[in-house]
């Protein structure tokens, strides 16, 4: 991947959109681009919203802190599910700790407003091989559905060659009114799964790829009402800029491909996808256009 931000931008959209999950820390950390560019760069082009998605404390604190600055930007916290690992892998009480921390985040009554999500958490299987460390991700994302239950916070899932054991973690907890299953990147069989579930299905720029054939199917089989977009950023970016640093200013080739494959109009699209940010946040948050 470039170390820098594409220079050739899309078009503004016809209607403001929400990217739904985004990492402004580590765009800046591979680009340089500090997050109030990256903002205003988002918000020239029709993406006036984000969500700031914490991976650990310290950026659950920095999603928190920075949600309080912009109006636009709402935030999450969480230990993703990777994180949860390298903790557990130090010792027990090292990610009983780290959990603590997260909750005293959510339990705060000054983050309120802006702190609308715990995620991302869930489990991932392609990075953590051994047994005994995916079973501290399962007891990690259990302990976070339990917060987002509590708390009435969106509980926001990331999912990588898990789906089994995901679901049954799912199954097995009290699940919030409020799931979005991040960067989806199942099949048809489980989109219709995590539907059943009442989630909201996001789709980063990977459903641009040519050879994502079965991410396509899955977008065939969701209903607007319960699909969102997002970046990832800085990863995932979307065709024409594959292979370079992803920021929420590049949503606009992720919706275009959406609504042309989709067969819907693009401005149909976009404002499905801002409603259903808002219904899947918990609710509407004011704009970053000036």
């Known amino acids: 991947m470039k170390d820098t931000l594409p220079t050739e931008l899309p078009a503004a959209l016809p209607v403001e959109v929400v990217d739904s999950h985004t990492h402004l820390d580590t765009v800046q950390a591979y680009t340089g681009c500090p997050p109030d560019e990256a903002i205003a760069a988002a918000a020239a082009v029709g993406v006036t919203r984000l969500a700031q998605i914490g991976c650990d404390v310290a950026g ?11 109006p636009g930007v709402v935030a999450t916290v969480a230990l993703h599910p990777n994180d949860a690992a390298r903790t557990a892998a130090r010792s027990a009480e090292a990610l009983t700790e780290a959990l603590a921390d997260i909750e005293a985040l959510l339990a705060d009554p000054h983050n309120d407003e802006v702190l609308r999500g715990v995620g991302e958490t869930g489990l991932d299987y392609y990075r953590t091989t051994e047994p005994a460390l995916q079973r501290a991700q399962q007891e990690s994302f259990a302990a976070h559905i339990e917060f987002a239950h509590r708390f009435a916070r969106t509980l926001v899932i990331h999912n990588r060659n ?91 080739h992720t919706v275009e491909f959406i609504a042309e494959h989709r067969g819907e109009g693009l401005a149909e699209v976009a404002a499905a996808l801002t409603a259903n940010a808002f219904a899947a946040y918990g609710g509407e948050w004011p704009s970053n256009a000036s």
């Open 60 to 70: 659950s604190r920095w999603a928190v802190e920075l949600a309080h600055r912009y």
């Open 162 to 252: 898990s789906h089994d054991d995901l679901l049954a973690v799912l199954d097995e907890c009290t699940v919030p009114e409020r799931v979005i299953m991040h960067c989806f990147s199942g099949d048809a069989a489980f989109a219709r799964q995590c539907l059943d579930r009442g989630a909201w299905l996001s789709f980063p720029g990977t459903v641009t790829y040519k050879a994502n054939h079965e991410l396509r199917e899955a977008l065939d089989v969701v209903p607007l009402d319960r699909l969102l977009v997002e970046t990832d950023a800085p990863f995932l970016t979307p065709v024409p800029h594959r292979g370079w640093p992803n920021a929420p200013v590049l949503v606009p």
